[in-house]
């Protein structure tokens, strides 16, 4: 029985063929990330969010052909008291016809194991708000929020981070 000799170019072109496949799936993973357009997050002093302040996001919309998705990101502590967390959020378009709306986001299963990430005592939450939504002028949008919940003294404990980011839609 004769033994086949094994040459250096086939290592090589297999080398080769494992590069470029290994390039390959690489660029798609990538290009499989959505890239926020826009995403800003404000700070909660003391974890405490009062009744009266209002969160203001001003985020520039480049192209109203295009189709969005407009998710809200809460940071909560596990201290915080509910499972849910209502909001009155203003949306104002360059041409200023405010449109409001009321949410509630749900924060916790209902056996009181927190939604999405955590790390130690934070937990963070992607809420989509609005998916494939057409922003219909370009320009700077203004959103603002504030927290709807009933609290005896106004004062709302235990949400660390509020933000807002705005993705293309596939």
Not at 26 to 39: D, N
Request: glycine fraction near 8%; hydrophobic fraction near 40%.
């Amino acid at each position: 029985m004769k033994v086949k000799e094994i040459s250096l170019n086939g290592k090589k072109n297999t080398l080769f063929v494992l590069s470029v496949l290994a390039l390959i799936i690489v660029s798609l993973a990538s290009s499989c990330v959505k890239k926020a357009i826009f995403e800003d997050y404000r700070r909660l002093n003391h974890s405490e969010w009062h009744q009266d302040t209002l969160l203001v996001f001003e985020m520039n919309v480049p192209d109203p052909k295009k189709v969005y998705n407009l998710s809200f990101t809460v940071r909560n502590e596990g201290r915080y008291a509910y499972s849910n967390l209502w909001l009155f959020v203003e949306l104002t378009p360059p041409s200023g016809n405010v449109k409001t709306d009321t949410v509630e986001l749900t924060l916790a299963k209902p056996s009181g194991e927190w939604l999405g990430s955590g790390l130690g005592d934070l937990y963070d939450w992607k809420y989509p708000f609005k998916k494939a939504v057409f922003f219909p002028e370009n320009g700077k949008y203004t959103i603002s929020v504030r927290q709807g919940m009933r609290t005896p003294n106004g004062i709302l404990s235990g949400i660390h981070d509020f933000g807002v980011a705005l993705d293309k839609a596939l």
